[in-house]
């Protein structure tokens, strides 16, 4: 049962275990995984340059010895044009790259696998960090846009039964740089032509691939100025086409809004009630339904951001017009045009037992949210024909550890994003 420790900063202790019951039709509660905000790693990425901001780097420099001019240099190849090795720096004196590549700009991330789908339109990336922990990153093209999807955390330690990523546990923490660099490498590979119709430019960037962002949150902070302060700061990216996707961290949601940062919120609420969120998203055992949408509430009046309400609709257990009906009923009891909803149709995980709305069902809960003039849009999945393999390998290295004891089946993360 859940167990609050009232004292600790994030409220939450350590580990919780967040119910003794098991979903509707489940059938063992041995798997079942507990929320966790401790890494089972404790290594720390290579210090560089996209953890500090330009006065770090200066100082940096200047502890070993170069003058601050070139802190706006490095940064400028960085951000401006994707470059991270020195030795492409041409006007960065050969004798400085060797101490540069060690203190400012080690190598961060490497491509393991990169596979295509929708006709080329989306890429999915497989990434080892120093450590060998691995984390994926999806480019998705869109008619007028380019989003990237990607991860704050290798793992995720918010245990939703549904969701792939959340079997693994938590792995670690992402540094801010680890975030940042898989911002860089799709930025050239869209400038590369990597996606199919030609070269284009990135636009959009959404913290849906793994992790709860909310629960590496300084880091995350971070790397939002990274992407939004413009160069040689970063990379200039507008702050509204960035998303940051919570399981419901409250107190985290209330600090982002006062970051200054407007980016838009997306909430993976998934039940409008507790009595089923508390089965779906274990952390709805410390912050309740209606905490977490007063919260997505003042974040739109502080940001002035529309908020994405995430809505897995999954069969027979959430997708009743009834509980459509209770979710029009409590975001309109906050207010009128300060959120939307994105219903997913759920991506079913090798070893869970769920599976998606029937497309009757999908449609009368979208009629239903509309009818009560809620602004809801039906999510595309992309890249489900390469979900299964990729999101697999990166499961299954991860979760070795996990499955000697637990006997769980690797399931693959979602990749998802609304058209
Ligand atoms: N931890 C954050 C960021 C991950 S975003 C969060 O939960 O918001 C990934 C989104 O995909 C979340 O809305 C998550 O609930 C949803 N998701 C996870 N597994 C899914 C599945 N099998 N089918 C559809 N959506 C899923």
Redesign the pocket.
Same mark, same amino acid.
């Given at each position: 049962m859940m167990t609050v420790s009232p004292g600790s900063s994030t409220r939450v202790r350590r580990e919780v275990r967040p119910t003794d019951q098991l979903p509707e039709g489940a059938t063992s509660s041995k798997a079942r995984p507990i929320i966790s905000f401790t890494a089972r790693r404790r290594g720390k990425a290579p210090s560089h340059l996209a953890d500090l901001d330009l006065d770090g780097r200066k100082k940096v420099l200047s502890e070993v010895g170069f003058p601050a001019f070139r802190a706006d240099q490095l940064s400028r190849h960085y951000f401006e044009h994707g470059v991270a090795d020195p030795e492409l720096m041409s006007d960065v004196p050969a004798s400085m790259r060797e101490v540069v590549s060690q203190t400012l700009l080690p190598h961060l991330i490497t491509k393991v696998t990169s596979l295509r789908a929708d006709d080329g339109e989306t890429i999915k990336d497989l990434w080892e960090l120093f450590d060998g922990a691995r984390v994926e990153s999806v480019l998705m093209r869109y008619p007028n846009r380019t989003t990237l999807c990607i991860s704050s955390q290798a793992g995720?330690g918010?245990a939703?039964p549904?969701? @792939?990523t959340g079997q693994m546990g938590l792995t670690r923490n992402l540094s801010t740089a680890e975030i940042v660099d898989q911002v860089r490498l799709a930025r050239l590979a869209c400038a590369e032509g990597a996606l199919s119709e030609g070269p284009t430019h990135l636009s959009n960037v959404v913290?849906?691939g793994m992790?709860?962002?909310l629960a590496n949150y300084r880091t995350v902070v971070q790397a939002l100025h990274r992407l939004v302060d413009p160069a040689p700061e970063g990379f200039g990216m507008s702050a509204r086409n960035i998303t940051v996707?919570?399981?419901g961290l409250v107190p985290s949601i209330d600090r982002l809004a006062g970051e200054g940062i407007p980016v838009t919120l997306?909430v993976?609420l998934?039940a409008p009630d507790d009595d089923l969120r508390d089965e779906l998203i274990p952390i709805n055992s410390r912050w309740k339904v209606g905490e977490l949408l007063d919260a997505a509430r003042r974040y739109f009046v502080a940001t002035g951001r529309r908020v994405s309400i995430?809505y @897995?609709l999954i069969r027979d257990m959430n997708d009743q017009p009834w509980r459509a009906q209770l979710l029009a009923d409590e975001l309109n009891r906050r207010g009128h045009g300060w959120v939307h909803v994105n219903p997913?149709p759920?991506?079913p995980?090798p070893g869970s037992i769920w599976t998606a709305s029937t497309r009757r069902a999908q449609n009368e809960f979208v009629e239903t949210l509309r009818a009560s003039g809620i602004v809801t849009t039906i999510r595309d999945t992309r890249g489900s024909d390469i979900d299964g393999a990729c999101g697999q390998l990166a499961t299954a290295v991860q979760n070795r550890e996990r499955n000697q004891s637990t006997g769980h089946a690797p399931v693959r993360p979602?990749t998802?994003e609304a058209r």
């Amino acid at each position: 049962m859940m167990t609050v420790s009232p004292g600790s900063s994030t409220r939450v202790r350590r580990e919780v275990r967040p119910t003794d019951q098991l979903p509707e039709g489940a059938t063992s509660s041995k798997a079942r995984p507990i929320i966790s905000f401790t890494a089972r790693r404790r290594g720390k990425a290579p210090s560089h340059l996209a953890d500090l901001d330009l006065d770090g780097r200066k100082k940096v420099l200047s502890e070993v010895g170069f003058p601050a001019f070139r802190a706006d240099q490095l940064s400028r190849h960085y951000f401006e044009h994707g470059v991270a090795d020195p030795e492409l720096m041409s006007d960065v004196p050969a004798s400085m790259r060797e101490v540069v590549s060690q203190t400012l700009l080690p190598h961060l991330i490497t491509k393991v696998t990169s596979l295509r789908a929708d006709d080329g339109e989306t890429i999915k990336d497989l990434w080892e960090l120093f450590d060998g922990a691995r984390v994926e990153s999806v480019l998705m093209r869109y008619p007028n846009r380019t989003t990237l999807c990607i991860s704050s955390q290798a793992g995720c330690g918010m245990a939703c039964p549904f969701c @792939a990523t959340g079997q693994m546990g938590l792995t670690r923490n992402l540094s801010t740089a680890e975030i940042v660099d898989q911002v860089r490498l799709a930025r050239l590979a869209c400038a590369e032509g990597a996606l199919s119709e030609g070269p284009t430019h990135l636009s959009n960037v959404v913290f849906m691939g793994m992790g709860e962002p909310l629960a590496n949150y300084r880091t995350v902070v971070q790397a939002l100025h990274r992407l939004v302060d413009p160069a040689p700061e970063g990379f200039g990216m507008s702050a509204r086409n960035i998303t940051v996707s919570t399981v419901g961290l409250v107190p985290s949601i209330d600090r982002l809004a006062g970051e200054g940062i407007p980016v838009t919120l997306a909430v993976s609420l998934h039940a409008p009630d507790d009595d089923l969120r508390d089965e779906l998203i274990p952390i709805n055992s410390r912050w309740k339904v209606g905490e977490l949408l007063d919260a997505a509430r003042r974040y739109f009046v502080a940001t002035g951001r529309r908020v994405s309400i995430e809505y @897995a609709l999954i069969r027979d257990m959430n997708d009743q017009p009834w509980r459509a009906q209770l979710l029009a009923d409590e975001l309109n009891r906050r207010g009128h045009g300060w959120v939307h909803v994105n219903p997913i149709p759920l991506n079913p995980t090798p070893g869970s037992i769920w599976t998606a709305s029937t497309r009757r069902a999908q449609n009368e809960f979208v009629e239903t949210l509309r009818a009560s003039g809620i602004v809801t849009t039906i999510r595309d999945t992309r890249g489900s024909d390469i979900d299964g393999a990729c999101g697999q390998l990166a499961t299954a290295v991860q979760n070795r550890e996990r499955n000697q004891s637990t006997g769980h089946a690797p399931v693959r993360p979602n990749t998802q994003e609304a058209r």
